[in-house]
């Protein structure tokens, strides 16, 4: 069982950045496609970012494409969503979540999620 939990979130004003962290526990999560999702108030869940095990592939929404990177560090069990250039419509709980299959931007095919952290974005 892989206990996915978030850090980082919190509020920032439009233009400004920040970076949300991911942290497993008890097992590593080497071997799982990493992922972040968001969910506004009143909104379903989206897809925002997923990165593959090994580090080397990922996937983007349009919406996060050349504001956001996601990444990973394998040895300390952490992945990462670097956020730049935010704007009010970024406000959302933004959730880590973990998948065996393969990457994908499908919220069906990730099994372990965190409990989300909160960012909020003021105009």
């Known amino acids: 069982q892989v206990q996915l939990t978030e850090f980082g979130g919190g509020l920032v004003q439009a233009g400004g950045s920040l970076r949300l962290s991911c942290a497993a526990a008890p097992r590593t999560f080497n071997g799982y496609n990493m992922a972040w999702f968001r969910q506004a108030p009143g909104k379903e869940r989206e897809f925002v970012a997923a990165?593959?095990?090994?580090?080397?592939?990922?996937l983007y929404a349009d919406s996060a494409k050349g504001r956001f990177t996601i990444s990973r560090d394998t040895s300390k069990n952490t992945a990462a969503l670097q956020m730049t250039n935010l704007v009010p419509a970024d406000t959302a709980v933004y959730y880590c979540?973990?998948?065996?299959?393969?990457?994908?931007?499908?919220?069906?095919?990730?099994?372990?999620w965190g409990q989300g952290t909160q960012v909020t974005v003021s105009s």
């Open positions: 990165i593959m095990w090994t580090g080397v592939g990922s």
């Open positions: 979540a973990a998948t065996v299959e393969n990457l994908t931007e499908q919220i069906e095919a990730y099994e372990y």
